[in-house]
T-cell receptor, first 115, second 115 residues
Framework: KAGVTQTPRYLIKTRGQQVTLSCSPISGHRSVSWYQQTPGQGLQFLFE???????NKGNFPGRFSGRQFSNSRSEMNVSTLELGDSALYLC??????????????FGAGTRLSVL | AQKITQTQPGMFVQEKEAVTLDCTYD???????LFWYKQPSSGEMIFLIYQGSYDQQNATEGRYSLNFQKARKSANLVISASQLGDSAMYFC????????????FGDGTTLTVKP
């Protein structure tokens, strides 16, 4: 089983602030994807980074951004937080290669509450 | 556009009995992967089982099996001999080979196992 560590696990912020979430895969996994999970919208794809390059982006405003470092660790940033940004943010890694059969393994998530 | 439909918001099953969770999908990509994940109340997404679009046999992983009917575009999860620990949310997901970093998820089914 692939390992993914997300920090912090819980976060409370106020409207207008910005937040940075971290995702650390075990070595060798170059693909990191981010998802947002809310009761109303379900699980939605945010973006994918592969070897430090953003490969794909979901339908989210520009306040949501990310990056990936050379050691595969990824950060997701949300600026000017809104109440609707309260969600569970999950990151996932997958084994290398472009095949759809590569399994995505998820971290435990960061639960963000915006007050 | 790819789409996943899970029509059962909630399901109940008696301990030790089998249960089937429904999933239908839509895609125009001939190469894709179908996945089932379990999400306990802790929030972590746990990979259960994978089925590839070109796989001739239905996938099995221990007590989990996937009833794959390609012509009907369905990928139902069967859990045999249910256990109390199986109580959780279950998500069906799909990834297309042309966009391997992005999973599309259904709305999920909440399974409750009764003693």
């Amino acid at each position: 089983k692939a390992g993914v560590t997300q920090t912090p696990r819980y976060l409370i912020k106020t409207r207008g602030q910005q937040v940075t979430l971290s995702c650390s895969p075990i070595s060798g996994h170059r693909s990191v994807s981010w998802y947002q999970q809310t009761p109303g919208q379900g699980l939605q794809f945010l973006f994918e980074y592969f070897s430090e390059t953003q490969r794909n982006k979901g339908n989210f405003p520009g306040r949501f951004s990310g990056r990936q470092f050379s050691n595969s660790r990824s950060e997701m940033n949300v600026s000017t937080l809104e109440l609707g940004d309260s969600a569970l943010y999950l990151c996932a890694i997958r084994t290398s290669g472009g095949s759809a059969k590569n399994i995505q393994y998820f971290g435990a998530g960061t639960r963000l509450s915006v007050l | 556009a790819q789409k996943i439909t899970q029509t059962q918001p909630g399901m109940f099953v008696q301990e030790k009995e089998a249960v089937t969770l429904d999933c239908t999908y839509d895609t125009s990509d001939p190469s894709y992967g179908l996945f089932w994940y379990k999400q306990p109340s802790s929030g972590e997404m746990i990979f259960l089982i994978y089925q590839g679009s070109y796989d001739q046999q239905n996938a099995t992983e221990g007590r989990y099996s996937l009833n794959f009917q390609k012509a009907r575009k369905s990928a139902n999860l069967v859990i045999s001999a249910s256990q109390l620990g199986d109580s959780a949310m279950y998500f069906c997901a799909m990834r297309e080979s042309t966009n391997a970093g992005k999973s599309t998820f259904g709305d999920g089914t909440t399974l409750t196992v009764k003693p």
